[in-house]
């Protein structure tokens, strides 16, 4: 006989009825709004605004995506430069300016506060190009057709 009884089982939900230790399925729908807020208006700031620092004087940025926590307080903000690939490079030139950055945020957003901006590059643009150059390798087309 089991020494465990029915009673003795280990809870697997959680409060709002969900596995306990598993994630959240994704971010939630005000996640979601202010995400697109926040790119919106980034991307509006890259396009209007000339930047003081060097780095950034001639360089045409675009916001891809933003991703920000479910506490709000910090952003991660996917970039590329249009029609190059060396925005690594521009990266703490980024940093630099985020201050500038989260202030025009500030007048632009209604938020409590505004979250902290992290830059990352935006490679998916890369990586779908890689992956359509490999499609069309001619080896890779006979193995598809076989």
Do not use: N, W
């Not at 009884?5 to 959680?14: A, Q």
């Not at 920000?68 to 703490?92: C, W, Y």
């Not at 590059?121 to 193995?143: E, G, K």
């Amino acid at each position: 006989m089991s020494r465990h009884s029915s009673r003795d089982k280990v809870k697997t939900t959680g409060p709002a009825g969900k596995l306990a230790g598993h994630g959240v399925s994704g971010p939630s729908q005000r996640q979601l709004r202010v995400a697109e807020e926040i790119r919106r208006v980034l991307a509006d700031i890259f396009a209007r605004v000339e930047f003081r620092d060097p780095e950034l004087v001639d360089a045409r940025i675009t916001v891809t995506e933003v991703r920000i926590s479910p506490d709000l307080k910090h952003a991660t903000v996917f970039v590329a430069r249009l029609g190059r690939s060396d925005i690594e490079a521009l990266l703490p030139a980024l940093k630099r300016v985020s201050s500038f950055l989260r202030s025009r945020l500030s007048h632009m957003v209604r938020l409590r506060g505004v979250p902290e901006l992290h830059f990352q590059p935006d490679t998916a643009l890369d990586y779908a190009m890689h992956v359509d150059d490999l499609l069309r390798d001619p080896s890779v087309a006979r193995d598809l057709e076989d």
